[in-house]
């Protein structure tokens, strides 16, 4: 089960990265980063930074 508290924001993920929002959101777009709809928005896991980062 996924822990919703550990999940991050586009923004954190952003700053993670080193990147602009905007360029996470397209990352999303383009399946290179898995992210999992909450409420309407999108949140990621950390796991899947550490996996996007590692490639």
Known sequence: MIN?????TAKQVAE????????VNRLRGRGDL??????GMYRYSPDE???YIDR
């Open 4 to 8: 919703l508290e550990r999940l991050l």
């Open 16 to 23: 993670i990265l080193n990147c602009s929002v905007q360029h």
């Open 34 to 39: 898995a992210a999992i709809a909450v409420g």
């Open 49 to 51: 930074i550490s996996r």
